[in-house]
């Protein structure tokens, strides 16, 4: 909280930027609010907001959601069918895409293998994010890229990625605080492959912090270098 209120002190633009699709932009924002955040929606960009924004550049309004309920209050504008959606059965409709983000314990091999059988109909696999794992209440847990990995692999197609590390992600969050040339952003997080690498791909600094899921050993196995390594969030304030 203390650094947040700094750098709004100092003038300094920034957004929360997360993968997460297990909550709607609004709950995101309780939540921070929650922890004692001041925070707005404007500033918060997620992965379901990128892919709504590939969704409407492709005009795709029928899509089989494999998400969290909450989430599925930020996709009310699309034809929901199959999947997760509310009183949804398999084989209820013909989606043009299928969008998976993360459900944790919720996913069964019955919405596996629903998710399967329209990708291989012809649906687009939509890939909300394709984080490896994550840090759940008790230690690392699986994440949505486990699912549609396994997806990939069994129809042959592969998955338009939306949340990091997609290229397009980074600049698309930076436009939304008017933010000047790449180079000079920073991307702050625990992920290495998606707040690092991908950042420094699409020419931000990649800073990671030791927080979160971090662990040493697959630092350095990983053999991505991140530009900062920071003992937590506070540490973006030393510069």
């Known amino acids: 909280m203390e650094t947040v209120a700094e750098l709004r002190r100092r003038g300094t633009p920034f957004r929360f930027v997360t993968n997460t699709t297990r909550r709607s932009r609004s ?3 309780e939540r921070l609010r929650g922890y004692g955040f001041a925070v707005e ?6 992965s379901v907001m990128a892919g709504l924004a590939l969704l409407r550049e492709r005009r795709i309004t029928r899509i089989a959601p494999f998400v969290a309920e909450s989430t599925l209050e930020d996709l009310a504008e699309l034809e929901l069918l199959g999947g997760t959606a509310p009183g949804a059965r398999p084989g209820s409709g013909v989606p043009e895409a299928v969008i998976v983000g993360d459900l944790g314990s919720q996913w069964t091999p019955t919405l596996l293998n629903e998710a399967f059988r329209y990708v291989l109909d012809g649906a687009l696999l939509v890939a909300l994010q394709k984080d490896r794992y994550w ?4 230690g690392l847990e699986l994440d949505a890229g486990a699912y549609v990995a396994a997806i ?7 998955a338009i990625v939306c949340g990091k590390p997609r290229g397009t992600f980074y600049p698309a969050a930076l436009a939304t605080l008017g933010a000047g040339a790449p ?8 992920d290495l492959w998606a707040d690092v690498a991908g950042a420094q791909r699409a020419g931000l600094q990649g800073w990671l912090v030791r927080t979160g899921k971090f662990r040493q050993d697959v630092l350095h196995r990983s053999g991505i270098v991140p530009d900062r ?11």
């Open 27 to 29: 709950a995101l924002v």
């Open 41 to 46: 929606p404007a500033e918060v960009f997620t």
């Open 135 to 138: 840090l759940g209440a008790t």
């Open 152 to 158: 990939e692999y069994a129809t042959g197609a592969e």
């Open 183 to 190: 180079a000079s952003a920073v991307m702050v997080g625990d």
């Open 229 to 239: 390594v920071l003992d937590s969030i506070a540490g973006v304030l030393d510069t």
